[in-house]
């Protein structure tokens, strides 16, 4: 595998690797990473989809990418997620796989046009005092030594990072600042969580720093994510004639373990209680997720909540016997051992009564029903006990709900801490407590909030305890490579696999990312895989961040002949411009 950039690479088409014929393929999870990679497996590696398989435990594919109206609880999303131009292998991915809408585009063209027509950008980032403008401005408020902490975590080596928090980097000044409840409520960070994360989120997007206050770079799908980009592939897939198997729980996968050779040779499973397995050979790719955000994922409903399931978690468990065979499969507990770290809640609102929606346009400063962007993102409710922020996206969010209701996603990050309104933790809330603490920082009177929360809407809890696993600190092995040293006819795949190109977890991108790299690698492709967009290495880029950052003051540097050469180095548009500067 070689990553690469350019058209000259993006537009190629790999010839059929000459040993594919005698493969098969064995996915272990239905998840994007794993939908991706049989996706890849077919259009660049030529492999017919009948000799790809799919396991899963649960009863649908896409893992975190769902979207559902479960009968009595009403419509559930677990998550959103938010996409950029410059995720190079999910687009990848996406301009090979037809839209499921429009006859003869893609659902990257689909995706396109959309965000061409109604662009994304949001009118109230967020809010204090029930619903009043926070008047943050669009400012990051950092401080001169907020400011020194930025560059400091930037400029460090990344081994320094290794094992530390964040707020062991960052002072208060930092932590204090507009900046950071920008960033934490956008990618939920947390301030335990990990500096090393937190320095390769500010390199991977530091060409978004002057979108944070107001979302202008993000991108959204037209409906959840489920419908949007799940379906249409998995529709894909099927015709391929991929085999999706479900309720097949993987329990291990054995290994011949030698010293520069090691190769997958049996996957063992259950369905419906009863124990089997599956031999496998050298020509038997075996692609593993491992660990899972959303495992043991407890939904409430309105008047139930949502419950902290701290049992077996049998993604987690999978991946625990795993790395008790080599050192190289990585150190599952360092991600998923510590669930009061790693969770939060979030919930589904649909509202059901007329007057809510007034009190989302009087924020969001559009009209809901208008079928076009509407908060632009989340409104984060600066003075929340729970850190609160909410979100309504384009409308309809389902194909099939009903014109007149809305649906909202919320989520907390402070879970244990007492309610504004409810006087209760987010994680004991019913669903209808849930809508009560939302209306008030709406600004709905307090004497409507109790009933208008109980008939005006239908709200599903949902507690996952492993969600920002990811994030914890770590080190160097702690994620197995997706294609270990000496791996012969395996690869890890998804959130907790080190892709070999630097990229940031939590996206989109890094499950579609270690799929291309695990097909890539295994059938020796001919085409190189996408280099993460190099916006860090460009010193204009760099300089416009620094400028936003310092909330548009100008950076005084002296002498002045030498900030007159550095505005010229950076504006030149060739090398010889660039080269007449320098004496």
Known sequence: ????????????????????????????????????????????????????????????????????????????????REMEDHFECLWDLFRSIPSLELEGASVLDE??????????????????????????????????????????????????MEKKRIDEVFGQDLLNSNFWLYWRTMFAFEQWHSALEMKLYLHRFIHHIGGLPDFRTLKFTKYNQYE????????????????????VKVTDVDFAIRPEYNQATRINYKRDGASNGIDLCADDLVFVTIGSLTENSDTGDHHTPATLNEGPAPAWDLWRRISEKSTAFGRPDVFGGNIH?????????????????DYIRKIAKR??????????????????????????NRQPHFKHQPKDQIIVWLYSLFVNKLGDFVKKPMQDCTGAEVTQEWLYHLGVPIAEIPQLAETGAKTVPVMMPYITSLFMPRRAGDRPDVVPKGAANFAFIGQFAEAAERDCVFTTEYSVRTAMEAVYTLLDIERGVPQVFNST??????????????????????????????????????LGELLKGIK
């Open 367 to 392: 009209d809901p029903f208008g079928g076009k962007v509407v908060t632009g993102g989340i409104v984060t409710v600066k003075d929340s006990s729970w850190l609160l922020s909410w979100t309504v």
């Open 111 to 160: 995706f396109y046009w959309l965000n061409k027509d109604d662009p994304n950008y949001s009118l109230q980032r967020a809010t204090v005092n029930r619903g009043q403008d926070a008047h943050t401005d669009g400012l990051f408020s950092l401080t001169g030594n907020a400011q020194k902490d930025l560059i400091a975590i930037f400029l460090a080596d990344p081994r320094d």
């Open 228 to 247: 949007s980009l799940v379906l249409p592939l998995c529709n894909w897939l099927a015709k391929q004639g991929v085999n999706f198997q479900f309720g």
């Open 1 to 80: 595998m070689y990553c690469s950039s350019g058209n000259y690479e993006a537009f190629a088409r790999p010839r059929k690797p000459v040993s594919v014929d005698k493969k098969t393929a064995w996915f272990i999870g239905a998840g994007l990473a794993a939908l991706a990679g049989a996706a890849f497996l077919i259009r660049d590696g030529h492999m017919p989809g009948n000799r790809i398989t799919i396991l899963e435990r649960l009863t649908l594919p896409g893992g975190a990418l769902d979207g559902a109206k479960q009968r009595e609880r009403g419509f559930v999303i677990r998550g959103g």
């Open 537 to 574: 290495y460009d010193v204009r880029t760099i300089l416009a961040a620094i400028a936003r950052l310092r909330d548009s003051k100008e950076i005084q540097i002296e002498p002045v002949s030498f900030r007159k050469l550095l505005q010229e180095t950076v504006e030149a548009p060739v």
């Open 341 to 357: 770290a790693t969770k939060w809640e979030s919930a589904t609102i649909t509202t059901l009564d007329t007057r809510i929606p």
